[in-house]
């Protein structure tokens, strides 16, 4: 299959992303170059250290540059400026890999409070991107519209046998009967804020479902996380530090 990729984000997709704390989205990127990206993220979780799921490829940039060529990609900075504006830094990046009929659940969570203090303020677009179709059956994204509004949610541990993050919201209101399911073609993506509740479920499919989540944040996001993370690198990729020298930047690696 070929398709011409897009990058124009109208005025309504905006306002509509503000509003619901969400948007889906076209394809980014050519068929050639997503090929490219599923060819390598195969490799990747062939040869994953024993013991480790693939799940869990969190910021697998660090390790492979090769992906800074989607990271950094100027139709992505084009699509991420019109939400987050014109100067943008790499947060992080994280393959979330399920296996068929298998894979873990993502509990009900706000990315913003797993990173809790690490950013200030704490807003992070995260563009997730199908790398393989994501549908409801192989355990696609939900979100809760309009969820990125409420700060103050209940938490509570989850078993780590089965759900990739730790904890989850569970407040007596949280209705997921009103979830939207965010399914995607493969290339598709689409986008949430740091504070939209989302989870999905275990893959109970035979087709396995890889996404892969490329955050973003404006460059006046202040990361006092760096004193007790000092391996986690962000990168300015596009206009200007807005910190005022706060931030340290690690170089784009070549790719
Ligand atoms: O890939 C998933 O199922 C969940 C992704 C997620 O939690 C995130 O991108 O923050």
């Not at 078993?159 to 949280?174: M, P, Y």
Request: hydrophobic content about 35%; overall charge negative; glycine content about 6%.
């Amino acid at each position: 299959m070929n398709w011409r990729p897009q990058t124009t984000v109208s005025d309504e997709q905006v306002k509509f992303y503000k509003e619901n704390g969400y948007l889906t989205y076209g394809r980014i990127f050519t068929t050639p170059e997503l090929d490219e990206l599923r060819d390598y993220v195969d490799e990747m979780i062939a040869n994953l250290p024993a013991g480790k799921r693939p799940e869990q490829m969190d910021v697998p940039h660090f390790e492979h540059p090769f992906l800074f060529k989607y990271l950094t990609h100027p139709r992505v900075l084009k699509v991420i400026e019109r939400f987050i504006g014109p100067d943008i830094v790499l947060w992080s990046s994280h393959f979330i890999s399920k296996r068929e009929n298998d894979g873990m659940e993502v509990p009900w969570h706000q990315d913003g409070v797993y990173w809790g203090k690490m950013l200030e303020p704490m807003h992070v677009i995260t563009m997730w991107l199908a790398v393989d179709e994501s549908k409801v059956e192989n355990g696609c994204m939900r979100v809760i519209t309009g969820s990125h509004t409420l700060r103050d949610r209940r938490y509570e541990a989850v078993d780590r046998k089965n759900h990739l993050f730790g904890s989850e919201v569970v407040d007596a209101d949280l209705d997921t009967s009103k979830a939207v399911a965010l399914e995607l073609e493969v290339g598709e993506c689409h986008f949430h804020d740091a504070w939209t509740i989302h989870n999905s479920s275990p893959n109970v499919s035979q087709k396995r479902r890889c996404g892969y989540t490329m955050r973003y944040m404006p460059a006046n996001v202040r990361y006092p996380g760096a004193a007790w993370r000092p391996t986690h690198h962000i990168y300015l990729l596009q206009g200007e530090d807005r910190t005022g020298g706060f931030n340290t930047y690690a170089p784009v690696p070549a790719f």
